[in-house]
């Protein structure tokens, strides 16, 4: 099985200033994604950003791009100018390459609460 | 809007009560499935399934049943409530891209 760690519970920052989340994970995989989700105080789950293990090329979403090191299990989440709205918690999350992830699903980690401050 | 939808949104059970989460999806995915969230523990597993008519347990299967009839949807079943049980409860599809989730089902056991 999997285990994802997210090893900062809370950060804060303020706006306009970059930020980098910290994910590592432990797989035996060598094909499987990475995502990272945002979860707002509305509670509804927003993928923020998903990178393919087969991919060197790190994955860039406007303002969020990732820093994928494989061969260290390093997945960190870069926002850059950071807004208000960004402030929520935030989850990486691993899935085996097999469709869904099968019996492991989505693997989580715990999440970073991150706020934005004016 | 294509997506996923879940209901209800919030619910209060007594111990021992029983009740049924719902889940539907317009996505037409092969695959859904069901996690809880508890506070400080992220999102774990509870059941998943890889089309109609095939379920099978995730991580934290204990107290619940799901079943699979349709593509479309993938109810969730709470036989005999326990407060061990209260949480926030997502539903998801998974596609070729990743994960929908539902808007999720916040749930409280008295």
């Known amino acids: 099985a999997q285990t994802v760690t997210q090893s900062q519970p809370e950060m804060s920052v303020q706006e306009a200033e970059t930020v980098t989340l910290s994910c590592t994970y432990d797989?035996?995989?060598?094909?499987?994604?990475l995502f990272w989700y945002k979860q707002p105080p509305s509670r509804q789950m927003i993928l923020v950003i998903r990178?393919?293990?087969?991919?060197?090329q790190n994955a860039t979403e406007n303002r969020f791009s990732v820093n994928f090191q494989k061969a260290a299990k390093s997945f960190s989440l870069k926002i850059s100018d950071s807004q208000l709205g960004d402030t929520a918690m935030y989850f990486c999350?691993?899935?085996?390459?097999?469709?869904?992830?099968?019996?492991?699903?989505?693997?989580f980690g715990k999440g970073t609460h991150l706020i934005i401050q004016p | 809007n294509a997506g996923v939808t879940q209901t209800p949104e919030f619910q209060v059970l007594k111990t021992g009560q029983s009740m049924t989460l719902q889940c539907a999806q317009d996505?037409?995915?092969?695959?859904m499935s069901w996690y809880r969230q508890d506070p400080g523990m992220g999102l774990r597993l509870i059941h998943y399934?890889?089309?109609?008519?095939?379920?099978d347990q995730g991580e934290v299967p204990n107290g619940y049943n799901v079943s699979r009839s349709t593509t479309e949807d993938f109810p969730l079943r709470l036989l005999s409530a326990a407060p061990s049980q209260t949480s926030v409860y997502f539903c998801?599809?998974?596609?070729?891209?990743?994960?929908?989730f539902g808007s999720g089902t916040r749930l409280t056991v008295v």
């Open positions: 998801a599809t998974s596609g070729n891209y990743g994960y929908t």
């Open positions: 797989t035996s995989e060598s094909n499987y994604y």
């Open positions: 990178q393919e293990a087969y991919k060197q």
């Open positions: 999350a691993f899935m085996n390459h097999y469709s869904g992830g099968g019996a492991d699903g989505l693997t």
């Open positions: 996505m037409n995915h092969e695959y």
């Open positions: 399934s890889v089309g109609a008519g095939i379920t």
